[in-house]
Each structure stands twice: as structure tokens, then as C-alpha cells.
């Protein structure tokens, strides 16, 4: 059996029961109240008894977990506080991710893995929208294209638009308005630097669930200060990797300690407008993703911030203090307090707003699953450094890193826009289709007009004699692939709503 990890110092110690921290949980309060702290003293105490972890480093400042702390006036004096005999500096196994590249190995997945229903809100869709998207999806399963990366899905979307009187008998009606404004939303993404996230190779997930010299659990770092100037792309990011781990882990159902832990911080943003449909699959995969051996650690300011419904279901938490300024306030504190098991000690919806930076209502789970008795605790300190980690001395960590040079390299192999490309140049042209003048150049419109430009050089160098638009807007010819029916990969929040099947 895995020993507790303790976490918080009250009356005695509140520690973590390891075959209960698949139950999931949430670290709430105030900015500035010690959530970051909380945080990483769980990543720590997972990593210690051999248990990956993931967590995206939002503000920057958690990349010092990889190496042990020192000397340090708050840390020594909550280890006096709290009479922490045994405490010991350490640092935590750290691979480094960064969806740019830039401060971690790359991440990437492919269109087809992100699927229509969080494609659609990555790109802000509207239901008609995103219901040509979900058709556009199912012509290239059917036509056995493969959809790797962003320009995949722009051919195939140019594609579906020249045909869509042909598609329409099958398919239903194309809107040629849709299909633009999610050419539109294709071009933005791309402009923040999001299609370095869609290619191959995609990233395999158990190069996330390792474990380090020793045995201790690998954090796997995301750098996530840059990703969250595009707080939507995070969110859905990290809603992604949420729903592989469910989708790619067996069962296992309850062990001694979880396969991996992943915390998702500044979970407001996955839940902010968020559609009833994406919400009820999130639901779905909170509840039984514990099955599969992976807790979930929800970190934002207010309870009320998460769904009741998924809020439910998070049986581990530590409340750092809530202000009460407004009304507004008022009803939070009075909510937060009610999520807890009363303790006939304390009057909880008082202390909420009286806990100081670093203090914290805790209330973990015991043997039983049952949530335990509300306490008010001080928070142990960090064994790692805290702050950022040089950044010289994170590129040598990436260097030696066990994925060093496995995700660096983009492979392009053929796929959807390799096989339209080459049917769209051996098809003849129609013989109504008027020619332009010698020397002349004739920019695309309408539908077409994807801001794509002029002929140039092509992705692999190769010349390529009219613009991607104008090469299917021409083609007369769409003769379907010859693996029709093949179902692409699709990704649990397809394969949820039976749109897909892996292969």
C-alpha cells in the first residue's frame, strides 16, 4: 500500500488516502491565497510515490519543481509553524511540453483526434456551422481521407463546397456561408500559431505516464503562458488530452494509487459558455475516467466556477480563503460553505473569508470514499525550488529528457490534401471554362477567396501551378477514394456521440 501524502497541518495531519485520489478533486480560492502552492505540494507528494502527473504551467512559475529548493525565510518558517521534523528539499522528475515548441517538446495531435465537436469550439462555430463541419468530417471518412493536419481540412472543406450539389443527395445541403466562416476561423487559428499543434507526430500518452530515477512519478510540465493569451485554445486543449486519457487507458477500476493525475488549473475557462452537449460528455468523462486509474484536480478561484454536476463528483478539496466585497460574494461563500461536511468546530462560512495566504479549509476522502470532516489547516511548503527554473537549465533538462528528439521532427505523410491535390491535376479541366489572357492573373472570389494568394512554392517545395482553391474550384471530375467506408480516427468526444470508431 502507498503511504498518505500529506498535505495540510491542522489539529493533525490531513494527508491524501493514494487509493482515493482517483475520485478526483478541487483546489479553490482567491487569487493570491496559496492555490499555486497547494498545487504543487500535490504534484510533489504524487510524483514521490511514483505517480505521473500533469499540470500546465500557467503563470510560469512552476518549472522549479524540477529542481530541489533551497534556504528560504517562508519555508523555514512554516517548517517551524508546523514542527516538520522530517521535511527535506527535493526535486521531481520534469518533462517539459509547449504546444510552439519553444520551452518543451512539442505537442501535437491530428484534426481527426480533435474531432469535429471541439474543432467546433476551438472555432467559435454556431450549430449550423459546426454541423457542416461534422458533415465535412463524414465525406472524408467516407472517401478515405485522412484529416492530419489544418490544411487537410481546408482542402477537403474547398473540396466539399465544388461538390456540394453532388453531396447534397447524401450528405444534405452544404452552406457555402459556413463553410466560410470556418475557412475564416481556420485562417485565425493558424495566425496564433495553433496549426503547429495539428500534425504528426501526434503525440503518444505514454510518453506522459513515466516514472523517473528512483521510481518517482515524471511531472510533465506544460508551458502554458503564451497558450493562455488564447484562453478558448487552452481550455480545449487541455479538454482534449482529458478526453484521450479516457479514450486510450484501459480499465482498471480502483487500485492502491492512480495511473496519473492530471490538474487542470484555471478550470473556469473550459466551462465559460460552454455548449450543453460538450458539458454532458465532460460529465460523462469525469465520472468514469476514475476507472481507468486517472484523477482529475480542478484549480479555480470559486467552486461555483465548476458545473454542479461535475462539482459532484470531486470528493477531495482544499479551499483557500473567498472575499466577500459584493452580494455576489456573499452567495459564493455561502455555496462554497455548504460543499463541505460541517464541522461542529467551526463555523465554515465565516472562516472562508478569514483564512490567511497559504491556510485552507481541507476535507479529503477516507478509506470509505466517504469526505471527510471539514478542517481548518495550514498548507506544508514546497520541497522544490520555487519560482521558474533557469532557462538555460531547462534546455539541458529537454535535452536529456526521455523523449529528446522523438516529437521535434514533423513528418508529413499523404494524406487528404496530398491525394486532392493530385486528383485536382489529373482531372480535365471543363471545356466551358474560360481561359484567362496570356500573362495574366486572375485572383479567386466568393466561396473560394480563402486569402490563399498566388501560386508559389508548395509545403515540400514543389510549384504549384494555381493557388489550393482554384486547383478544386476548376476539377470536374471527383471521383470518391477507394477506401470508402474507412472510419478515421476520431477521439472520444466523437466517438461518445457514435460520430466515429477507432481503428
Do not use: C
Not at 465525406?139 to 481521407?145: E, Y
Amino acid at each position: 500500500m502507498s503511504e498518505p501524502i500529506p498535505i495540510a497541518q491542522g489539529e493533525h495531519s490531513l494527508a491524501l488516502l493514494p487509493a482515493m485520489a482517483n475520485r478526483h478533486g478541487l483546489i479553490a480560492g482567491a487569487t493570491g491565497t496559496g492555490k499555486t502552492t497547494t498545487l504543487r505540494v500535490m504534484a510533489e507528494g504524487f510524483s514521490r510515490i511514483g505517480v505521473p502527473v500533469f499540470m500546465a504551467d500557467v503563470k510560469g512559475d512552476l518549472s522549479g519543481i524540477g529542481q530541489a529548493g533551497t534556504d528560504n525565510p517562508k519555508v523555514a518558517e512554516r517548517v517551524k509553524q508546523l514542527g516538520l521534523a522530517e521535511f527535506s528539499f527535493a526535486a521531481s522528475p520534469v518533462t517539459f511540453w509547449d504546444l510552439f515548441g519553444e520551452q518543451g517538446h512539442p505537442v501535437r495531435t491530428t484534426v481527426s483526434d480533435m474531432g469535429p465537436l471541439l474543432l467546433s469550439r476551438l472555432l467559435n462555430l454556431n450549430d449550423t456551422q459546426s454541423g457542416v463541419l461534422t458533415l465535412v468530417f463524414k465525406v472524408a471518412d467516407d472517401s478515405g481521407l485522412l484529416l492530419l493536419d489544418l490544411k487537410d481540412l481546408q482542402a477537403t472543406l474547398a473540396d466539399v463546397a465544388g461538390r456540394a450539389g453532388e453531396l447534397q443527395k447524401i450528405y444534405g445541403n452544404v452552406s457555402s456561408a459556413s463553410v466560410g466562416a470556418i475557412q475564416r476561423g481556420l485562417l485565425t487559428l493558424s495566425q496564433q500559431g495553433a496549426d503547429r499543434f495539428f500534425g504528426e507526430p501526434a503525440l503518444n500518452l505514454d510518453d506522459m505516464i513515466q516514472t523517473g530515477a528512483g521510481g518517482l512519478g515524471v511531472v510533465n510540465l506544460l508551458a502554458a503562458d503564451r497558450l493562455m493569451t488564447s484562453p478558448k485554445n487552452y481550455a480545449t486543449f487541455l479538454l482534449w488530452l482529458m478526453s484521450e486519457l479516457f479514450e486510450r487507458l484501459p480499465e482498471v477500476g480502483d487500485q492502491e494509487k492512480p495511473k496519473m493525475v492530471f490538474f487542470f488549473d484555471e478550470a473556469h475557462l473550459l466551462f465559460n459558455d460552454i455548449p450543453r452537449a460538450l458539458l454532458d460528455t465532460i460529465e460523462q468523462v469525469v465520472r468514469l475516467i476514475r476507472s481507468k486509474g486517472v484523477g482529475i484536480y480542478f484549480i479555480t478561484q470559486n467552486p461555483l466556477d465548476v458545473p454542479e454536476t461535475v462539482l459532484g463528483q470531486l470528493g477531495n478539496r482544499v479551499q483557500h480563503a473567498l472575499r466577500a466585497f459584493t452580494p455576489a460574494d456573499e452567495k459564493a461563500v455561502r455555496a462554497a460553505a455548504r460543499t463541505f461536511r460541517s464541522n461542529p468546530k467551526l463555523e465554515v462560512e465565516t472562516v472562508i473569508t478569514q483564512l490567511g495566504v497559504g491556510e485552507a479549509l481541507v476535507s479529503f476522502l477516507d478509506e470509505n470514499g466517504t469526505p471527510g470532516i471539514v478542517e481548518r489547516a495550514l498548507i506544508r511548503p514546497p520541497r522544490s525550488r520555487l519560482g521558474p527554473m533557469a532557462p538555460e537549465v531547462r534546455q539541458q533538462m529537454m535535452s536529456q529528457s526521455l523523449v529528446a528528439g522523438v516529437y521535434e521532427k514533423i513528418v508529413d505523410r499523404e494524406s487528404a490534401y496530398e491525394i486532392l491535390k493530385a486528383r485536382a491535376a489529373t482531372a480535365p479541366a471543363p471545356a466551358s471554362a474560360p481561359q484567362p489572357a496570356p500573362g495574366s492573373y486572375e485572383k479567386p472570389g466568393g466561396l473560394f477567396d480563402f486569402g490563399l494568394g498566388r501560386p508559389t512554392t508548395g509545403p515540400r517545395g514543389g510549384r504549384q501551378p494555381d493557388t489550393l482553391a482554384e486547383a478544386f474550384a476548376k476539377s470536374a471530375a471527383r471521383a470518391m477514394g477507394s477506401q470508402a467506408g474507412r472510419q478515421i480516427l476520431r477521439g472520444v468526444l466523437g466517438t461518445l456521440f457514435g460520430t466515429g470508431s477507432r481503428r
